[in-house]
């Protein structure tokens, strides 16, 4: 998919971000206690990904219930009801049920008038996700959507493995999306590479099981986490700034008149590696790694949220934001904050 500017054909609406919301799972698991489990300990993990610590879902915590709470403190912040839904988009990796948990996240809420889905992009989802229902808004089809990134890899992390467990953590954020005059979404650009996607997998489990006489079935099920955490550096660091230096061009903005960078948050050295290919100043750069570690589809929300709330982020700052993640997938979008009216 290519990019689409604002002002070029076809947008007909401005799409504004007016509120935002996040939620975070019940308990917090230090370096130190993952260093109970595996052989690891504070000061590697906080060095090689300035992770200090993260958040795990309790048994009793479903995704629906970490989306739902996001969602509802989203809605809260726009000054809006359910009611007023068109659309909700989940972006996960990690639902409840594999039909789809967004019309879950739908009946919690009460937004009866509001039609529900997941989106599937890895940790690129949230972006992929703001840029779909964007389109929904811009042609005058449905006039506001709530864009959630929730996941729980805990579900799916192999906890023995050290060279990928102290990486992930569970969270959900939300955005708030609505028509308006100004537009919100400047620019954006979304690649995928799939002959690329081996470095990282949730992948289904590979065995056959008995049917019927002469024909068999393939079993269900998932295998954890597979990661290959040098590939998925070097390819982090080689096509984010790359993907967000072509969309500053094409937008005709210069990085020194960004406010922000809001990155998916997977190690703090990648951060640093993107701004200073951008020469951005560090203090540009939004991080809260050191308390969530990496959620996947939830990071850029659940960081947006935390900047919007203390005052960082305020209304009209101009925010370059990328996601990238498994599939191979990943993406850019140039984003003006709004807020509620
Ligand atoms: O959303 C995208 C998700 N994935 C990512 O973002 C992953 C991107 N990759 C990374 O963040 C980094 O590659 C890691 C943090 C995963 C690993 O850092 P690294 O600097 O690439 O370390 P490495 O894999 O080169 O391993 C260096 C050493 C190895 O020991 P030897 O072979 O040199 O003796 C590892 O066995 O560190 C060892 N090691 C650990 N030691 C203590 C690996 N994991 C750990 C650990 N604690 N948790």
Not at 216 to 229: K, L, Q, S, T, W
Not at 266 to 279: H, Y
């Amino acid at each position: 998919m290519d990019l689409l500017l604002a002002g070029q054909s076809p947008p007909i609406l401005g799409v504004g971000l007016i509120g935002s919301g996040s939620a975070q799972a019940a308990q917090v698991i230090s370096n130190d206690q993952l260093s109970q489990r595996v052989d690891t300990n504070d000061e590697w993990i906080r060095t090689r990904t300035g992770i200090g610590r993260r958040r795990v879902s309790t048994p009793g915590q479903s995704l629906v219930d970490l989306a739902a709470e996001a969602g509802r403190s989203a809605l809260t912040m726009a000054g809006r009801s359910p009611q007023d839904l068109d659309l909700i988009l989940l972006a996960t990796s990690t639902p409840d049920d594999l039909f789809g948990s967004a019309p879950r996240v739908q009946a919690e809420l009460g937004a009866t008038n509001a039609v529900a889905f997941d989106l599937t992009a890895a940790c690129s989802g949230f972006l992929f996700a703001v840029v779909t229902a964007a389109q929904y808004l811009r042609t005058g089809a449905m006039r506001r959507a709530l864009v959630i990134g929730a996941d729980q890899l805990s579900r799916f992390v192999d906890w023995d493995d050290r060279r990928s467990c102290v990486l992930f953590g569970d969270g959900a954020g939300a955005v708030l999306l609505e028509t308006t005059h100004q537009d919100g979404l400047l620019g954006f650009q979304l690649q995928s590479d799939g002959s690329r996607g081996a470095v990282l997998n949730l992948p289904a489990v590979d065995i056959s099981a008995p049917l019927v006489d002469g024909a068999e079935h393939r079993a269900g099920g998932y295998r954890p986490i597979e990661m290959n955490g040098q590939e998925v550096y070097k390819f982090a660091v080689r096509e984010v700034p790359a993907v967000l230096q072509s969309l500053l061009k094409r937008c005709d903005v210069s990085p020194d008149q960004l406010d922000w960078l809001l990155l998916h948050q997977a190690n703090q050295r990648i951060l640093d590696a993107v701004a200073d290919r951008l020469s951005l100043p560090r203090t540009k750069v939004l991080s809260n790694l050191s308390s969530y570690g990496n959620t996947s589809a939830a990071t850029i929300p659940l960081m947006l949220d935390e900047a919007v709330r203390d005052g960082r982020i305020r209304s009209g700052d101009l925010l370059a934001s990328s996601g990238f993640g498994a599939g191979l997938s990943w993406g850019a979008a140039l984003l003006r904050w709004q807020g509620p009216a």
